[in-house]
């Protein structure tokens, strides 16, 4: 029988519950997935179906002295295939005009392969686990002749592998651009390929069970480069097979919306019934007051994604205004064309500092715990995840803890739960765990030659990107 995980004497521990408890100087006790209790001294009657006292031989004890315990963080929007663009100066998001850009990205991602896929989601796991993040979506849209329907199923064996709980985003893209798209031919499929293969993965991997690993989420791109019927179809499917459902939206397309329906983004999306509790939207940049209202009365969510906004110069959504409107609002790194980090820690702290542009007169900022709620609890709550989100009994085991015995720490530890947003970390956490499992600590990623892996992806980066054929040599 495995043993049960005593977390012991850890010096706080964020519960972020409905009472936003602290427990300090406190254990946890895990058996398998989820967490059996919080509290002092469990060792000492803290059995919670017997009390009985425990005894060494039946945990494993973790000592936590000088450590914060946070709920893992949940990543809500990525693209993990964009990982191997990351630094590559030539596609310079910044300081390109847009459709330039699209240009040049589209002619880099329509090479990609397989072989792409599985090491680019293997570095943008390793990345997010390394920073306290345990459950992570990504909006896989990029379907090329060299990947073929395999993506996604490439993503499950790098989650295998690493040991992360995923939930997948089957994308899709299905106008041509002789009707408008900015996609290229090559990277399009029909809507009857996209919806067999989401009915493939869905009884191949979803499990909608407590303390799931696996799901899948229906997610074609964006209104503006899909046709009609693909969200009409993804909204019967999505609802009679009981899985979830995800798009780009407001940013940048309602001009395009207007003149080919007659109508913004999110209106066309609620005619085609792409709307409600369980779906939820990337980014929101252009969503309006009157929109606000409807996001909160059905029940979407938006995902939060800081970066992108920063260096595209976007509005910066205003969280506060949004939770009093009663949205939910979650966070996610998005892509590293726009990005170049799979570090949500980072994405965490960039949000909270970016809500400074609503405070100019003082008192209209979120506090730095609520934007750790907003990437832990929030999270969960997008994903469908009751099991998830917060440290309770009965909830998985999924969390992250950081050593305050550090030097760069030292005279910030008044307060526990603003740490991470407010101060935030130099570097990887302490361990991470996720289903009452050691995924990451220490430095090392558990169960895999962590040189090998990377050495390996960069080969393939180089095989792919670097040197795709003398036609793109030109700019990369």
């Known amino acids: 029988m495995d043993k049960k995980i005593l977390i012991k004497n850890a010096r706080a521990i964020v519960s972020c519950d409905g009472e936003d408890r602290v427990y300090r100087d406190a254990d946890m006790l895990i058996e398998g997935p989820k967490i059996l209790a919080i509290g002092r001294d469990l060792m000492n009657g803290g059995d919670p179906a017997s009390g009985r006292n425990l005894n060494q031989e039946e945990v494993q004890v973790i000592r ?10 949940i990543n809500t929007h990525h693209h993990f295939f964009q990982t191997f663009v990351r630094n590559l100066m030539t596609i310079d998001y910044p300081n390109m005009m847009v459709m330039d850009w699209i240009d040049k990205i589209y002619r880099i991602f329509q090479n990609i392969d397989s072989d792409v896929i599985y090491y680019s989601t293997l570095t943008s796991f390793a990345d997010l686990m390394k920073h306290g993040c345990t459950c992570a979506f990504d909006h896989q849209y990029c379907y090329t002749r060299k990947t073929g329907k395999s993506p996604v199923d490439r993503q499950m064996e790098a989650a295998e592998l690493l040991g992360i709980r995923y939930h997948a985003g089957r994308g899709t893209n299905t106008l ?55 969200f009409a179809e993804t909204v019967a499917m999505a609802r009679e097979k009981g899985v979830r459902m995800h798009t780009h939206l407001g940013e940048g397309e309602n001009e395009g919306m207007m003149a080919r329906w007659g109508k913004r983004t999110m209106d066309w999306c609620g005619e085609m019934g792409f709307i409600g509790e369980d779906v939820w939207y990337a980014h929101d940049w252009e969503v309006t007051k009157e929109e606000y209202r409807v996001l909160a009365a059905t029940g979407t969510g938006v995902s939060h994604c800081p970066a992108p906004a920063v260096l595209g110069g976007f509005p910066i959504l205003n969280i506060k205004e949004m939770r009093e409107a009663g949205i939910l609002v979650s ?10 980090s799979s570090n949500l820690l980072d994405a965490l702290r960039m949000a909270y500092l970016m809500q ?37 009994a009965g909830k998985a085991a999924d969390l992250f803890m950081i050593d305050t015995e550090t030097l760069e720490l030292a005279g910030a530890l008044h307060d526990p739960k603003n740490l991470l947003a407010r101060v935030g970390l130099t570097g990887p956490v302490w361990m991470t765990m996720i289903n009452g499992n ?38 990369i």
């Not at 007169?361 to 999270?379: F, I, P, Q, W």
């Not at 990451?440 to 393939?460: F, N, P, Q, T």
């Open 176 to 230: 041509p651009g002789s009707e408008g798209s900015s996609i290229p031919d090559n990277m399009l499929e029909t809507t009857d390929e996209f919806l067999k293969d989401c009915d493939r993965l869905i009884g191949l991997y979803h499990d909608s069970g407590p303390f799931s690993m696996r799901q899948i989420v229906m997610a074609p791109c964006q209104p503006i480069n899909c046709r009609r019927e693909t």
């Open 331 to 340: 966070l996610g790194c998005d892509g590293s064309a726009t990005n170049d």
């Open 356 to 392: 400074a542009n609503h405070t100019k007169e003082r008192g209209g900022c979120v506090s730095a715990y609520d934007m750790l709620k907003v990437a832990t609890v929030n999270g969960a709550k997008t994903l469908g995840r009751g099991d998830l989100g917060s440290l309770e």
């Open 64 to 73: 936590a002295e000088g450590k914060f315990v946070y709920p893992g963080l």
């Open 438 to 475: 050691i995924v990451y600590k220490d430095g090392i990623l558990k169960g895999v030659d962590e040189r090998k892996l990377a050495m390996e992806g960069e080969a393939v980066c180089t095989r792919v990107i670097r040197e795709p054929h003398s036609a793109y040599r030109e700019f």
